[in-house]
């Protein structure tokens, strides 16, 4: 359970258009500061690549290096929370760009992430592989258990943070709705703990995630006959996951498009829609 002293501390800032915690902006040299001690709890020896961003706005770091400047849209300031993300791999020397070259060079890649919110004085972590397959181009993010090897290490990293007034936030407690506030893309209604103070547009890595930055190669084919009565088109599809998309477009008919597909279990099914 969040304590109660965290959810009164969440109305406080984000009520009212958050004015609470527009007025507790600090300069761009007290957030630097913030960052340093950041990077000596959590960059070691034993794991030395790690990741600090505070995840602003753009217009929002320029008001913060220029305390003359004003905020244009209050909609749009970011997070205002720090991601920490700890490569798990004593080989990776380096911060955490990730990109296909460290994919490609390191296959699967355990990490240790880390989500701050200083205003709030809370935060929380979890575990996640990070994974780059060249041939197709796809990253994959899958939730795992810290190896245990690890253990010793996440307990220092929690006890500094303990040691600097931050609470941490159980994941099972992410849902707890909290009223009367509001975040850059959540207007109304209750806003969810971790939307409101960690983050409301990157999420985490609970669940198993695919995605690729650049176009895939689809098999396709197709036939077409143009003439001055008559026009008829055809294209089939097959995606990268296998399933088929075949489109029908004849003269004074209406569009044809079958998608052919698996379920869950394995099991094809054919779907037909008229356009």
């Not at 701050?116 to 996640?128: D, K, P």
């Not at 143009?226 to 995606?239: A, D, P, Q, V």
Request: proline share 3%; net charge positive; with cysteine.
């Amino acid at each position: 359970m969040i304590p109660k002293r965290l959810i009164s501390r969440c109305r406080t800032l984000y009520a009212n258009n958050r004015l609470g915690l527009l007025r507790e902006f600090e300069g761009f040299d007290a957030l630097k500061q913030k960052k340093a001690i950041f990077l000596e709890i959590f960059k070691t020896k034993q794991l030395p690549a790690v990741e600090i961003k505070f995840l602003h706005c753009d217009d929002l770091l320029e008001v913060l290096k220029d305390r003359k400047l004003r905020i244009r849209s209050y909609h749009c300031v970011g997070d205002l929370s720090w991601e920490i993300r700890v490569a798990i791999n004593p080989r990776i020397k380096n911060g955490l760009d990730w990109d296909e070259k460290l994919g490609a060079k390191f296959g699967v890649v355990p990490i240790l992430k880390y989500v701050i919110n200083h205003y709030v004085g809370c935060y929380s972590s979890w575990c996640y592989t990070m994974a780059f397959d060249r041939k197709t181009k796809i990253f994959e993010f899958s939730p795992i258990k810290l190896p245990k090897q690890y253990s010793r290490l996440k307990s220092d990293f929690d006890t500094a943070l303990n040691r600097l007034g931050f609470v941490s936030v159980d994941k099972r407690d992410f849902d707890t709705r909290i009223s009367n506030v509001t975040t850059d893309t959540i207007h109304k209604g209750p806003v969810k703990f971790f939307d409101l103070v960690f983050t409301d547009i990157y999420g985490h890595e609970f669940e198993k995630s695919r995605f690729t930055t650049k176009p895939i190669k689809i098999d396709s084919t197709f036939r077409e006959f143009t003439g001055t009565k008559n026009n008829f088109y055809e294209e089939s599809i097959t995606l990268n996951n296998g399933d088929e998309i075949f489109l029908i477009k004849e003269f004074g008919k209406k569009a044809r498009l079958t998608l052919t597909y698996k379920n869950d279990k394995g099991k094809k099914h054919k779907r037909v829609f008229k356009l």
